[in-house]
């Protein structure tokens, strides 16, 4: 079973996209904040995909990003950004930053869903 990383700062996006993925076969594993997160992945969390909010409190997405693929064990997971913007400048920032892709919230399910079957092959 594939575990996926949720980071949001919003209770009820973590648990509607924890739903969704359970559904579907896949463990989680949760944080409502970058810092949070981090510490988690620093511990030596074991996770296969990362899906991260970009605006939160503190340190924001592109900043988690960073600092997890400075972590040798994580160098190579899948990130994906889940977040309600969508400016090009964002999406380059984060492609350099590290993210694999992009879903604009909302996202429905199957859309979630199959982008992270594309980044898990």
Request: glycine share 4%; net charge positive; proline share 3%.
């Amino acid at each position: 079973m594939k575990t996926i990383f949720l980071v949001d700062d919003s209770a009820t996006i973590l648990l509607s996209i924890s739903n969704i993925l359970a559904k579907a076969g896949y463990a989680t594993e949760k944080a409502s904040n970058a810092e949070e997160a981090l510490r988690k992945f620093q511990a030596g969390v074991k996770v296969d995909l990362l899906i991260t909010d970009l605006n939160m409190p503190g340190m924001n997405g592109i900043e988690l990003i960073k600092e997890v693929r400075k972590l040798p064990a994580y160098k190579f997971i899948p990130i994906l950004f889940l977040t309600t913007e969508s400016q090009q400048s964002r999406k380059v920032e984060a492609k350099a930053a590290g993210a694999s892709g992009w879903i604009v919230k909302p996202a429905t399910a199957d859309d979630l869903l199959n982008t992270i079957k594309l980044v898990l092959r």
